[in-house]
């Protein structure tokens, strides 16, 4: 005989127990896990080194999934350079094409000279951040804390 599963009463063959009224169909509730971030089993240092990678896209990415604040200032940090220098660079460009090609080697020494700072800072960051070290790119580590509070 059959016997209920809250209460202990027998039931026979009901679905409801005719006692405490539990039901006896449905099945166990299944565990609540707890939410893990995806980037949980990463070291910080290799996430942080990771902000950097792709510039500002991989810096968006780790700004939305990953929680730990050292990861999320190096990641709001990447947006703020990389997506800086974008921005100058697009700007140069429209005041070049607008300029009618005037000044060609102007213009190519200041994209030669924003290209190597891009790639400096973009190779200093990645050594720092793998280190673990904070290293504040000055106007953009400012415009990181705002992003990440």
């Not at 000044?103 to 793998?130: N, P």
Request: aromatic share 12%.
């Amino acid at each position: 005989m059959p016997f209920c599963k809250a209460c202990g009463q027998e039931i026979g063959n009901a679905n409801f127990c005719p006692k405490c009224g539990a039901n006896q169909t449905a099945s166990a509730p299944a565990p609540v896990m707890p939410a893990v971030s995806p980037t949980e089993s990463l070291q910080e240092n290799v996430a942080g080194l990771l902000c950097y990678l792709v510039g500002w896209i991989t810096g968006i990415i780790f700004l939305l999934i990953d929680k730990r604040p050292w990861v999320r200032f190096h990641a709001a940090q990447s947006i703020a350079v990389f997506g800086g220098l974008t921005v100058i660079r697009i700007a140069l460009g429209m005041f070049h094409f607008a300029s009618g090609l005037i000044g060609w080697g102007f213009f190519g020494l200041l994209f030669t000279l924003l290209w190597l700072v891009g790639v400096v800072l973009w190779i200093v960051l990645m050594i720092k951040a793998f280190q673990h070290q904070t290293w504040r790119v000055p106007i953009a580590a400012d415009i990181a804390d705002s992003l990440t509070k």
